[in-house]
């Protein structure tokens, strides 16, 4: 064989991925199990470089250089696993499987182990950045064996986006499933930057009255400042899009319910799993849900409340450069959040995950790129050990400016009954971290009442329980 990667599943993602290393000047072998698919990639785009159309695995396996390298880009789930049965037959010991697909990491931990014993090094691949992404540059945070990586590395390498600073944004995230773990993160940190967003564009339309293509011009300003990021420039544009067939802004005549393919939900499933607080995360896989729970919605539609007072003139535009510092605040609690989860899965599962190096990959290519990662990887790369986003100095100093007008804009949206889910969770485990003493002392004394769970003390060591039924004297327990 002489094509250096294989591409099987030409669907959008496939396609423009195998497009993207063809560009790069690679000879990729292409399949798909529906042959039209492959012929329809060559037909249209053979011109850019050097593609080996196989109809049959078997012709596909052959065109490979060894050690071969084969991407699956199928529909995540069943699909993956059929495809690898397909294949796997077919290798040699050394060849590498790259799973780009969503796949869940526990499925990916599985599957590893199964091809390690036959010998393949299987890598699964979170690949970010939708099919412009794939084509242009994605973000590609592969998972599996250091030595996978040695031979994958520099073919990932040309593909990627690169950072500001000329940076591909591939890295080895660890072993088996760590490149799904930190992907699957990835995507709950963007459902939490979409609400944050979201809320935003409520409070801008709801207190500060300002229309849609006043909002979009607000997230603009905002985008040459330090939220500059993808998703900020993106919601500029949908705000300022008006609706064709009946010339009224865009964002009014969309049904109002939002949708999700999955990965945000399984960020929060395993954040419970592992006891890691996602709570910016949860709200805002919670929001979507709500949103599309319409009957709920319009039998509680006559529920009393109070009627958002809009705004005017100077206090309107106070009233937006607060809203500029809740967001801020209450996104660098999103990414405090989501990285601690990332720190708690390369614990559990001795990934050795470097901070730092995922917060350089999101730099640019993915959904989630923004100014602001530079920072985090910043913190990260001067301190690998930092406890938590916000024990940065900087982040500190900064969610410390920020904080009365994250109050203020909280209180308002309390007050005018506007749904800010994102930024009071986040302002509330922002204010759980700073207590003194938190009512989880009053929990403890109240398991021990009812359960004899126990409690340990402030002031000596051991483990107590206080006898509720009888006297209430305490004794030591074990
Ligand atoms: P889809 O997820 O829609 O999958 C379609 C592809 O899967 C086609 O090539 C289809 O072949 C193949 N396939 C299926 Br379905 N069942 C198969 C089977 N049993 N055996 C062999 N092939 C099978 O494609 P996509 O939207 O390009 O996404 C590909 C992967 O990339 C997914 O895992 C997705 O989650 C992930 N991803 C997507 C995006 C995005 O923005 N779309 C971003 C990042 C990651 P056929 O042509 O013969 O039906």
Known sequence: GTAQIGVTGLAVMGRNLARNFARNGFTVAVHNRTTARTRELVDAFGGEGAFVA???????VAALEPPRRLVIMVKAGDPTDAVIEEFAPLLEKGDVIIDGGNAHFADTR??????????????GTGISGGEEGALHGPSIMPGGSVESYASLGPLL???AAKAPDGTPT?????PDGAGHFVKMVHNGIEYADMQLIGEAYHLLRSVAGFSPTRIADTFRGWNAGRLDSYLIEITAEVLAHTDAATGRPFVDVVLDQAEQKGTG?????????????????????FARSLSGHADLRSASRGLPGPTPAPLSGDAADRFAARVEQALYASKIVSYTQGFHQIRAGSDLYDWDIDLGAVASIWRAGCIIRAAFLDRIRGAYDTRPDLPSLLSDAEF???????????REVVATA?????PTPGFSA???YYDALRAERLPAALTQGQRDFFGAHTYRRIDREGVFHTLWGGDRSEVAVG
């Not at 599985?110 to 890598?123: A, D, Y």
């Not at 591939?170 to 660890?174: A, D, E």
């Not at 939900?265 to 896989?285: C, F, K, M, N, Y």
Request: hydrophobic share 45%.
């Open 54 to 60: 196989a109809e049959s695995p078997e012709d596909f």
């Open 110 to 123: 599985r599957r590893e182990q199964e091809l390690r014993r036959r010998g393949i090094h299987f890598v």
């Open 157 to 159: 390498e040309r593909i």
């Open 170 to 174: 591939v890295t080895h995230i660890g």
């Open 265 to 285: 939900r399984w960020t929060v499933q395993i954040a419970l799993d592992l006891g890691v607080p996602v709570s910016g995360i949860a709200e805002a896989v």
């Open 396 to 406: 500190t100093a900064e969610i410390g400016a920020a904080q009365d007008d994250w």
């Open 414 to 418: 309390a007050r005018q009954g506007i």
């Open 426 to 428: 986040a302002l509330a």
